[in-house]
């Protein structure tokens, strides 16, 4: 069973830009969950999303967006980046309503330069 | 909103031992209670959920406790091993109706010294 992927894996910008993140969920989850992790700092909640509709999203500022497609794959977006959004940003997915593991991809490096 | 402290430094142990993690939480008590393992540059991975109702988990060489009163979680690790080296966060579901989001803590990076 493959797991959850992530793409790109690296991705440079200028501050300014904007950048497109993808995230494919396992198989049968239907529920996305995208965290910003800075540089030595833990998870910060972003976006959720489940059955193509946003649930909730964390404390940022709204240039952070995302989607969440019929097949739930889900994109996040990055408007207008900043040196402060250099981070790594980590997808998860889950069964709609299920309190178990999120299943976390590998993660996307963004570097704002 | 929650506030979650883990083990402020880095914890080095010699290989054997047993490593001891500690998960601290404010306001509400969650329902359940998870632990993950993190490797460098890379997506966490789910090692453990342990309820409200359990006191104890266990699986392989890992262990989790959960004190409700104390409001803290140890995640123990027998028997430590180098390729144990890495950072293990916990999480916490939000109050019950509310959104699904897991809130982490920052972690402990745990090191087994050869």
């Known amino acids: 069973e493959a797991g959850v992927t992530q793409s790109p894996t690296h991705l440079i910008k200028t501050r300014g830009q904007q950048a497109t993140l993808r995230c494919s969920p396992i198989?049968?989850?239907?529920?996305v969950y995208w965290y910003q992790q800075a540089l030595g700092l833990g998870l910060q909640f972003l976006l959720w999303?489940?059955?193509?509709?946003?649930?909730n999203r964390g404390n940022f500022p709204p240039r952070f967006s995302g989607r969440q497609f019929p097949n739930y794959s889900s994109e996040l977006n990055v408007n207008a980046l900043e040196l402060e959004d250099s981070a790594l940003y980590l997808c998860?997915?889950?069964?709609?309503?299920?309190?178990?593991?999120?299943?976390f991809g590998e993660g996307s490096r963004l570097t704002v330069l | 909103s929650q506030k979650i402290e883990q083990n402020s430094e880095a914890l080095n142990i010699q290989e054997g031992k047993t490593a001891t993690l500690t998960c601290n939480y404010t306001?509400?008590?969650?329902?359940?209670l998870q632990w993950y393992r993190q490797d460098p540059g890379r997506g966490p991975v789910f090692l453990l959920l342990?309820?409200?109702?359990?006191k104890e988990k266990r699986k392989e060489r890992l262990k989790v406790t959960f004190d409700t009163t104390l409001k803290q979680s140890l995640f123990h690790i027998t028997a430590s091993q180098p390729a144990d080296s890495a950072t293990y966060l916990c999480?916490?579901?939000?109050?019950?109706?509310?959104?699904?989001?897991?809130?982490f803590g920052s972690g402990t990076q745990l090191t087994v010294l050869p």
């Open positions: 342990i309820r409200e109702n359990e």
């Open positions: 306001n509400y008590s969650p329902a359940y």
């Open positions: 998860a997915s889950t069964l709609r309503g299920r309190t178990g593991e999120l299943f």
């Open positions: 198989s049968g989850h239907t529920s």
């Open positions: 999480a916490l579901p939000p109050p019950s109706g509310s959104a699904r989001q897991l809130t």
């Open positions: 999303y489940d059955e193509g509709e946003e649930r």
